[in-house]
């Protein structure tokens, strides 16, 4: 089985890359704010940025213990927020590359 997300142009109605590199399954996918990066949250615990023109995954956050379920942007686009099947909710910073903060809905 495949574990991947696609980027269909719309207008062609056609798939333009699929990303490939999660181990588990894809269930979320957020773009960034005026940029071209999209993230995916996934069952395999992380959470993926990619850039869509390249289709290659540019940064992985690794944290969670359980599978990622859903993930945000801020509206600026500098941080990310995951949450996971624990109920545990994880702030990343996207420049500096880390987990700023934890909190836990458990």
């Given amino acids: 089985m495949d574990h991947l997300a696609k980027v ?3 207008n062609a ?3 333009r890359h699929s990303l490939r590199g999660h181990v588990d399954s ?3 996918v957020k773009f ?3 940029s071209n990066i999209i993230a995916t949250a996934s069952a395999d615990k992380t959470v993926s940025l990619w850039d869509m023109r390249t289709s290659l995954c540019v940064q992985t956050f690794y944290g969670h213990n359980n ?3 859903g993930c945000a942007f801020n509206p ?3 941080k990310i927020t995951s949450c996971d099947s ?3 909710i994880k702030v990343w910073d996207v420049r ?3 987990e700023k903060d934890t909190v836990d809905f458990s």
Avoid: A, H, L, T
Wanted: one cysteine or more.
């Fill in 13 to 15: 109605q056609k798939c």
């Fill in 76 to 78: 600026v686009g500098e």
């Fill in 26 to 28: 894809v269930n979320s």
């Fill in 86 to 88: 624990d109920g545990i």
């Fill in 32 to 34: 960034q704010p005026f």
């Fill in 67 to 69: 599978s990622v379920n």
């Fill in 8 to 10: 269909y142009d719309i």
């Fill in 96 to 98: 500096m590359v880390k």
